[in-house]
């Protein structure tokens, strides 16, 4: 089955950084764009980042610009969000997600489980 | 940024029932338009795209209408897996892409 998988959660300091991993199997990773999106305990789902198949497209939701960083390397099939500076707000489970369609934004239709990243002192 | 706004914020209902769910947005979003079913400790899962568009392996008592501000999810005839939260989920002026509160489906 076409998947994703995250890795790399934990918890962190406030001020702390951390790097979230994402690997992808059994589709054509090089061709699709992805996203990462964050739901915190108990709340509903918040849009993270996009980023385009060739990393040409980038985007941030204003609450993590200027501290989280998305990129990915296609020869690797992974994705990665490197997220400095982090708040406790931030406390959340991160998911990876494919975009539905090539050359239009469908959709988000493959998700990956989750990794929880708790930033507490 | 688009807000949506769902409605009703929890739907108490029987098997074997109809569902219909609601989202709003605070502006035209045109067809662009996704819905998501998120069970406990689960992913969420595509079920809907372009308003009306039934991703793969979705069964067909799931439907979605509507276009610009107004939007509908129906489930036909609810299956015991169908008690879950869904999302409806905008792409149309993006960033931000923008997801509703989510309407909890529970079991009366």
């Known amino acids: 089955d076409v998947q994703v998988v995250e890795s790399g959660g934990g918890l962190v300091q406030p001020g702390g950084s951390l790097r979230l991993s994402c690997a992808a199997s059994?589709?054509?990773?090089?061709?699709?764009?992805m996203n990462w999106v964050r739901q915190a305990p108990g709340k509903g789902l918040e849009w993270v980042s996009y980023?385009?198949?060739?990393?040409?497209?980038?985007y941030y939701a204003d609450s993590v610009k200027g501290r989280f960083t998305i990129s990915r390397d296609n020869a690797k099939n992974s994705l990665y969000l490197q997220m400095n500076s982090l708040r406790d707000e931030d406390t959340a489970v991160y998911y990876c997600?494919?975009?539905?369609?090539?050359?239009?934004?469908?959709?988000?239709?493959?998700w990956g489980q989750g990794t929880t990243v708790t930033v507490s002192s | 940024e688009i807000v949506l706004t769902q409605s009703p914020a929890t739907l108490s209902l029987s098997p074997g029932q109809r569902a219909t769910l609601s989202c709003r947005a605070s502006?035209?979003?045109?067809?662009?338009l996704a819905w998501y079913q998120q069970k406990p400790g689960q992913a969420p899962r595509l079920l809907i795209y372009?308003?009306?568009n039934r991703a793969t392996g979705i069964p067909a008592r799931f439907s979605g209408s509507g276009s610009g501000t107004d939007f509908t999810l129906t489930i036909n005839s609810l299956e015991p897996e169908d008690f879950a939260v869904y999302y409806c989920?905008?792409?149309?002026?993006?960033?931000?892409?923008?997801f509703g509160q989510g309407t909890r489906l529970e079991i009366k």
């Open positions: 502006q035209s979003v045109s067809s662009y």
């Open positions: 989920q905008q792409h149309s002026n993006w960033p931000p892409i923008t």
């Open positions: 997600a494919r975009t539905l369609g090539s050359y239009k934004y469908y959709g988000m239709d493959v």
């Open positions: 372009d308003a009306s």
């Open positions: 059994r589709f054509t990773f090089s061709s699709d764009s």
């Open positions: 980023i385009s198949s060739s990393s040409n497209t980038i």
